[in-house]
């Protein structure tokens, strides 16, 4: 009866987007074409009034306004075919003020994947998840699949509540005390597994951090959290990790695990040079206090041209 009430929603979902990307595609093109703008006002004026009496509340002159941007923005009726049956008409209203067309796409994917509500998807967009993982993907210049849209950089890791002294010892207990949070901040198909786990390696004690396994990538995914600037030597760190790993850890069927180097600040000229996305290795940062909404919004723009500017100076050297 659930999974009948489930489907039964999601068709009436569908279709009451069909429907809006159909009306805002017929008002674009047949009724307003070539209308003046003060003209144009007043006819979706007119006719948001004659459908209101007759098919209600949905065809408000705001909603109507909405349906026109969708149908302007989405010309394309393919993806809002697929999408709608996962994603309700509110998840697209968030969509709309969007200005990059790529970051639409992406939340939309992300919220049918993951299946998220408004109040998630919400978050996701007020905490710059495109943006952040276009930054980690900047690092992936070898295009390595594990590492592809599946890392951010930075994560926010405020929700920790640390002070402005702590120790490493005490990120990692207050990641594990907030463990949910955590993995949700990683994204989706991260499962926690162990936190310092032990690899006896010609008869010296190692003790990684934290290992995950992420189901969708079928890898272990290894993370080392580091209080200070990344270094150099970090890389061989982690490597040793992961070769230990893939000798004794990784079961039948899976692929070769991943390596995750969280610091509080990133070199990332080093990362870049050190080619560390070839090992299967992703450097970023973790921040534990987010600055005001338009200082985040400008520092996360500057990280990414940032991270682009330099792939493309390295582009033209080659």
Known sequence: MQQSQKQLVAQANSSLTTLFWHIGTRINKEILQSKRAEYAKQIVSTLSTQLKA?????????????????????????????????????????????KNWEAKLFY???????????????????????????????QNTSNHPAIYNNFKDPYFLDFL????????????????????????ELGKGFAFIERQKRMIIDGEDFHLDLLFYHRNLRRLVAIELKLGRFEAQHKGQMELYLKWLDRYEKKEGELSPIGLILCAESRREQVELLEMHKDGIMVAEYWTELPP??????????ILIEARERIERKKILN
């Open 293 to 302: 909404k338009k200082e985040l919004e400008k520092k996360i723009h500057s």
């Open 161 to 184: 509540g640390l002070q402005d002294t702590y120790l490493e010892k005490d990120l990692e207990s207050a990641i594990l005390r907030e463990l949910e949070a955590f993995i949700l």
């Open 108 to 138: 939309a994917r992300v919220a049918a994947d993951q299946a998220l509500g408004i109040r998630d998807l919400r978050k996701q967009i007020s905490t710059k998840t495109f943006e952040r993982t276009d930054i980690a993907n900047t």
């Open 54 to 98: 007759q098919y209600g509340r949905n065809f408000e002159e705001r909603n109507l306004r909405r349906m026109m941007q969708f149908a302007e923005q989405f010309t394309d009726f393919e993806p809002i075919s697929l999408l709608s049956k996962q994603l309700s008409w509110s998840h697209f209203v968030e969509l709309l003020p969007l």
